[in-house]
């Protein structure tokens, strides 16, 4: 099987330096993560929250969408979430926040630390996936459901802290067929 490299936004199953599988335990400690800052969000003043956890950095951010149309609605791109000391951030068309919500919303950003191995393809090959991401947004209203976000006429920029390489390529996981 060939190995080829690949960047994504996404989670999967990581495999330690050992090759012990901590996918199971990370994702985990993820959701449980990504539920408290969210819940920090909703109930408290915050606008920002963040979280380390062995694995992964979480970041939550709260969206006021009146304050960023005050901001300038002819904005096209607001960054919504930056990771806290590196160059990872996610950025998304204001017209779509209005338009896809309609109410003040949470952005979670789970930046991973390490690159997941031997990750399957859709061609079958095998591939070690770098500058994992995973994003999720739900309204403030309904803090515990995340939404589902498509048919853009803006892309969401994602900026990953992986320097440009050869054979790298961006790629996502196709969560139904399970494959990059």
Wanted: contains cysteine.
């Amino acid at each position: 099987t060939a190995t080829t490299t690949t960047t994504t936004s996404t989670t999967t199953t990581l495999v330690a330096g050992g090759g012990m599988l901590i996918g199971d335990a990370l994702a985990k400690q993820v959701s449980q993560g990504r539920t408290a800052l969210i819940r920090a969000l909703s109930e408290g003043n915050e606008t920002k929250v963040a979280t380390k956890i062995a694995g992964a950095t979480l970041v939550a951010q709260k969206l006021m969408l009146a304050d960023l149309m005050a901001g300038g609605a002819n904005r096209s791109v607001v960054e919504v979430v930056k990771v806290d000391n590196s160059s990872i951030s996610v950025s998304l068309p204001l017209a779509a926040m209005l338009a896809q919500f309609g109410e003040d919303v949470a952005v979670a950003v789970v930046a991973f630390h390490q690159p997941a191995e031997a990750q399957v393809a859709d061609d079958g090959t095998t591939v070690k996936v770098y500058g994992l991401l995973s994003i999720e947004m739900s309204t403030l209203s309904n803090p515990g459901i995340a939404q589902n976000v498509s048919g853009l006429a803006e892309p969401v920029l994602l900026t990953l802290n992986v320097p440009a390489a050869a054979r790298l390529s961006c790629s996502y996981f196709d969560e139904q067929a399970q494959h990059w």
